[in-house]
């Protein structure tokens, strides 16, 4: 597999499954790049993480209404619990497929988790975190991309997903592409 390949994947799984932070398994074992000292002992404090399977009916790779600056945003949900559904899929063969958000109408704690941002998922490469690496989600002719930046200052974008236009309350259910193609 070529590194294009290697890195889409590493893209595609973190999109899916690569929640970390104790919110959810992460993709192998390794320390942070930066480990934090502790104050009395000044030790290095290390901590790692296994590589765990799920059940990816459990999470949600939706595109969400965003602001002005950033008109869609990535949410990862996933169903914690099975006391109530964080979300309902209003016709699961339409494209685009409407999310309806059912997280916003009630105390989701304990229910239900939502990744809205880089500290709740890792990219890693090759067993390796990808320092810097992000998501997008960017509108491109009235479809909804997924897109991976490498780096921070990156200007190269690498689409893992797509929604297939925008539906009308704006909560997409993005598509995720095979890893390697």
Known sequence: MNFLANLKAAALTAATLGVVGGVSPALANVQPSVQPRGAQTNHLLAQTFGNVGINETNFLVVAAPGSAAQPYRLLIVEQVQTSRPCWNIVDPNARPTQVNDLWNTF???????????????????????????????????????????????????????????????????????????
Do not use: M
């Open 107 to 181: 105390d989701f704690t304990g229910v239900c988790r939502l990744q809205k941002d880089s500290n709740g998922y890792a990219v890693r490469l090759s067993g390796q975190d990808v320092a810097g690496a992000r998501f997008e989600v960017n509108n491109r002719g009235g479809d909804l991309l997924l897109q991976f930046a490498p780096g921070t200052t990156s200007r190269d974008r690498i689409t893992i997903g797509r929604t297939g236009g925008i539906s009308p309350t704006g909560f997409t259910r993005i598509y995720l592409d095979p890893a390697g193609h």
